[in-house]
């Protein structure tokens, strides 16, 4: 039965596809707030402010350091605010959490875990029971796809689009398709409506934390997809060191979505199962070495294949312990500070 694991599953299929005919000319209401975690890059947070012109509510760019908001435009028609991460409550909370410290992340400075989180605590404090997370790169939004996500919330508790034209996927996905496999992009926390009072997962600090936030929700059918969206392209390959940075995450998610596609998601806690999942992972690594024989492209699964050889079953399954103890941790967190 472990043996029937396979980590290119399709797991969309889990994920209930709906048509809304939503009219834009009809008064219906938008959602509350919009959240725009971003890096350095105010050219696509500029772009994307022009797009969300349309929209009148409160819009909050999440920057990683005060001084990426300089060259931000301020457009005076649009409720644009700023949050710097500095509530000491929040911060002290979140690092104290079990997953914040596993070892394959605690010492970078990536920060959208904590930024989409402290949106859901934000909302909650704020009183905004409809939200969206939309990353800097998302283009092809409007009126009617945000009556769209709000309606999708009256029956869901998550909803979103699909990425088809260029999937939002790892390096390691990148070069697959490179290969000639036919990866597909799920949703993702690029573009994400969320019920931030009826929602119970939050994002762990791992690369793939979108997956893993949706995950609990797709088991329980409670989230949607309903079209699609375009991101901006850009070189999956510039940096070969990306690679060793999304292993972990990329070995976590998989697995548990690859138990969950195959009818065995109740084996996540087994051990013959974490072994099979990394033993296929290191054979999609090996096969990719074979097949691209491009000098970059081996610096970038080499650079994978040094953090994959550190990774155990015993580090995948206290990963896997302490992500379900930190979601009731987190859910108790949030009713007390609301």
């Keep these: 039965m472990i043996n029937e694991i396979f980590l290119r599953n399709d797991y969309r299929f889990l994920i209930e596809r709906i048509t809304k005919n939503t009219n834009p000319n009809n008064n219906y209401s938008l959602i509350d707030a919009i959240f725009i975690p971003f890096r350095k890059q105010h050219v696509n947070v500029n772009e994307l402010l022009q797009i969300l012109s349309f929209y009148k509510g409160p819009i909050y760019l999440m920057p990683s350091e005060e ?155 409670s989230i949607c997809s309903f079209g699609s969206i375009q991101q901006l392209p850009y070189d999956p390959f510039q940096d070969p060191s990306k690679a060793s940075f999304q292993e972990f995450g990329d070995i976590i998610a998989e697995g548990l979505f690859a138990l969950l596609s195959s009818n065995l998601y109740e084996h996540r806690f087994n051990k013959k199962a974490w072994e099979h999942i990394l033993n296929e992972r290191k054979k999609i690594l090996l096969n990719l070495r074979d097949t691209l024989k491009d000098i970059k492209v081996q610096k970038i699964i080499d650079s994978a294949m040094i953090v994959n050889k550190t990774i155990t079953t015993e580090a995948c399954l206290n990963f896997l312990d302490n992500m379900e103890r930190d979601r009731q941790t987190w859910n108790s967190f949030l009713k007390e500070s609301s």
């Design 67 to 221: 001084k990426d908001l300089k060259y931000i435009s301020w457009n005076s028609s649009l409720k644009v605010l700023s949050i710097l991460l500095k509530d000491t409550n929040f911060l002290s909370f979140f690092n104290s959490l079990l997953t914040t410290n596993n070892v394959f992340y605690n010492n970078t400075s990536w920060d959208l875990p904590l930024k989409r989180n402290y949106a859901l605590y934000f909302s909650r404090k704020n009183g905004y029971s409809k939200i969206l997370l939309i990353d800097d790169d998302i283009r092809g939004v409007n009126l009617n796809i945000l009556k769209m996500g709000s309606q999708s919330l009256n029956d869901y508790l998550l909803s979103g689009c699909f990425i088809e034209d260029f999937p939002d996927i790892s390096i390691i996905d990148h070069l697959d398709v490179v290969a000639g496999e036919k990866i597909v992009s799920s949703l993702s926390g690029s573009f994400l409506f969320i019920k931030p009072f009826s929602s119970y997962s939050f994002f762990p600090n791992i690369y793939n934390e979108d997956l893993l936030f949706m995950l609990p929700h797709i088991i329980d059918r």
